[in-house]
């Protein structure tokens, strides 16, 4: 696909392209909120995308070809994926994941409300005989990668050891900054450590019924409308008929913190939004987040943010 091709199917009815060039094309992904893809062409049958997304909207994927291979890191937020048995899995922050077809999302969408992430995807069907040779000459071994990290049969998630932290982090720093040309080097070294993976690099993926996921965010969504009251995470969990564990369990993984922990830093960037509006005492900004008095709340405040309300809302 040369770059000025724009396809629908691989974005949806609401996209638009804002830029096109030979080598560069940068999508409006059309959601709610913000959501922006930023594709390079490097080889025939391999691009390099970057995902800027800050959004709670959840959207289906783009139509795949059938022989995919897709390695994505995520730098910041939360990446949420249903696959088409409608089990749910997560990309956390600092992590990066392989893919083959069978397992890439049939929809996604970002917990936290933003992701900014990399995916490089290879088109086996499309590459080149001059693309092919490239890599042979590497070498690079695409059969390789998918046979040793079982991509037939799962997702592969793993923490991102040293040496792609820095490759990741070079990618990142060069948007705006360097060729496509770069971007080619880098996307066949990204390969080339990929096929150095073994299975016992990456972590066993979670995957949770996707009833089990939507009980958890109405739990979530009660938890963050209701932020003055002493709730019972127990009952709401019996409600929607969770055990609690299970219920701890599939909250961590969908936000990245325990709910307490969670519900803690919520309320205290809302406080610290509070703060800079200038617009509430502070006594009323604890009392409207659940606190009896304001020095439990500054004492809170102070060890999510390192300095007390008061101070913070001078510095404001």
């Given at each position: 696909m040369g770059r000025t091709d724009f396809n629908p199917e691989w974005y949806g009815a609401q996209a638009k392209v804002l830029t096109s060039n030979e080598d560069q094309m940068v999508v409006d992904?059309?959601?709610?909120?913000?959501?922006?893809?930023?594709?390079y062409k490097l080889f025939d049958g391999i691009q390099l995308c970057f995902l800027d997304f800050e959004t709670d909207e959840s959207m289906k994927a783009q139509k795949f070809n059938p022989d995919i291979i897709q390695v994505t890191h995520c730098q910041t937020g939360r990446y949420e994926c249903?696959?088409?048995?409608?089990?749910?899995?997560?990309?956390?922050?600092?992590?990066?994941?392989?893919?083959?077809?069978?397992?890439?999302?049939?929809?996604?969408?970002?917990?936290?409300?933003?992701?900014?992430?990399?995916?490089?995807?290879?088109?086996?069907?499309?590459?080149?005989?001059?693309?092919?040779?490239?890599?042979?000459?590497?070498?690079?071994?695409?059969?390789?990668?998918?046979?040793?990290?079982?991509?037939?049969?799962?997702?592969?998630?793993s923490d991102t050891p040293p040496q792609l932290q820095h490759l990741f982090l070079e990618l990142y720093t060069a948007v705006e900054a360097e060729t496509t040309g770069y971007f080619k080097i880098k996307a066949l070294e990204l390969l080339y450590h990929m096929e150095q993976l073994t299975r016992v690099n990456g972590c066993d993926s979670k995957y949770f019924d996707k009833k089990q996921i939507q009980a958890t965010k109405v739990i979530r969504e009660y938890l963050i409308s209701h932020l003055d009251e002493k709730v019972s995470l127990e009952q709401l969990a019996k409600e929607?008929?969770?055990?609690?564990?299970?219920?701890?369990?599939?909250?961590?993984?969908?936000?990245?913190?325990?709910?307490?922990?969670?519900?803690k830093k919520y309320k205290m960037n809302l406080a610290a939004q509070w703060l800079s509006e200038n617009k509430m005492k502070i006594g009323d900004i604890a009392l409207e987040l659940g606190y009896s008095n304001a020095s439990k709340f500054a004492k809170a405040f102070q060890s999510v943010y390192g300095i007390l309300p008061k101070d913070y809302r001078k510095n404001s």
């Open positions: 992904y059309g959601c709610n909120g913000r959501g922006i893809v930023k594709s249903e696959f088409t048995n409608h089990t749910v899995a997560y990309l956390p922050k600092g992590y990066f994941s392989i893919a083959a077809t069978a397992y890439l999302p049939a929809s996604f969408s970002f917990p936290l409300g933003k992701y900014y992430g990399v995916s490089l995807v290879i088109d086996r069907q499309a590459l080149s005989e001059e693309t092919r040779r490239i890599m042979q000459t590497i070498p690079i071994n695409l059969d390789k990668i998918g046979a040793t990290l079982g991509l037939e049969t799962r997702w592969y998630v929607v008929h969770l055990n609690l564990s299970v219920f701890h369990l599939i909250f961590s993984h969908i936000y990245g913190d325990t709910p307490y922990a969670y519900l």
